[in-house]
């Protein structure tokens, strides 16, 4: 099974599998173009216009790799807000929107390990 990196209608980047004729492949490239990601879609059905999930530019590799790590570091936050007590949702909320806006590729490279405790330690020391 192939796969093709296509970029969707919002900048980030998704894979497409290559496999199947070419009208089927096609499609499914086409569709993808035309697309938003799942994070961007969730933005819009919130009311957010701009989208505040920042893409990541860089080399390609590197692009992609950064967005592995911050999809990941999103997803373990988006986890910790179903746990947190109320009084800490406007801090979460915060620690999202800073993962969200961070779109320094270097950055995330570097922070592959500590990304979610360095940006909770920046929203407020012992949140995370
Ligand atoms: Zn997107």
Redesign the pocket.
């Known amino acids: 099974m192939g796969l093709k990196r296509v970029f969707?209608r919002?900048?980030?980047s998704t894979l497409a599998d290559t496999s199947g004729s070419y009208t089927v492949v096609a499609a499914r490239i086409r569709a993808a173009e035309t697309s938003?990601?799942p994070?961007?879609e969730a933005e819009r059905a919130l009311g957010h216009d701009v989208?505040r999930?920042v893409?990541l530019w860089d080399e390609e590799g590197r692009a992609v790799e950064a967005d592995h790590i911050r999809r990941r570091v999103l997803r373990q936050a988006c986890v910790l807000v179903v746990h947190a007590p109320q009084d800490e949702l406007p801090l979460y909320d915060r620690l999202i929107e800073r993962i969200r806006s961070l779109g320094d590729v270097e950055w995330w490279l570097d922070h592959r390990d500590d990304a979610l405790v360095y940006l909770a330690h920046t929203i407020q020391p012992g949140l995370y």
């Open positions: 969707r919002c900048k980030h938003r990601c994070e961007c989208p999930f893409p």
